[in-house]
């Protein structure tokens, strides 16, 4: 199969972003992890999405302390996607997010 000049161009774009990200995550990198996520969740450049790859990044981006890859990881879980992780444990730790966004009390 002969890919177009576009979709050479976005295969080349994501080869170079995933291993630049790749690179950064393992060397613990909060953003580099949330965005090793993100390419992983959507799967551009790849025969389909890798969800338990992504979610996985994302665990750790969390852990980390980035707020996005906390984000992301609780929509993957919202929607199914999040794999066979504990959910209990995510949500103790980051329980206190939704204060930090709505105030006390809320």
């Not at 000049?5 to 790749?22: G, M, W």
């Not at 999040?82 to 006390?104: D, E, L, N």
């Given at each position: ?15 170079f ?5 790749s ?7 909060p ?76």
């Amino acid at each position: 199969m002969k890919l177009k000049p576009d979709e050479v161009l976005s295969s080349f774009a994501f080869n170079f972003n995933l291993r630049r990200y790749s690179k950064g995550a393992e060397a613990g990198l909060p953003k580099a992890m949330y965005a090793l996520g993100c390419c992983l969740d959507e799967g551009s450049g790849l025969a389909a999405p890798d969800y338990p790859a992504a979610a996985d990044w994302y665990w750790r981006a969390a852990e980390a302390g980035d707020e996005n890859g906390a984000n992301n990881l609780s929509n993957m879980y919202t929607v199914g996607r999040g794999g066979a992780r504990q959910i209990m444990p995510f949500c103790q730790k980051f329980s206190g997010a939704r204060q930090i966004i709505t105030g006390p009390g809320r």
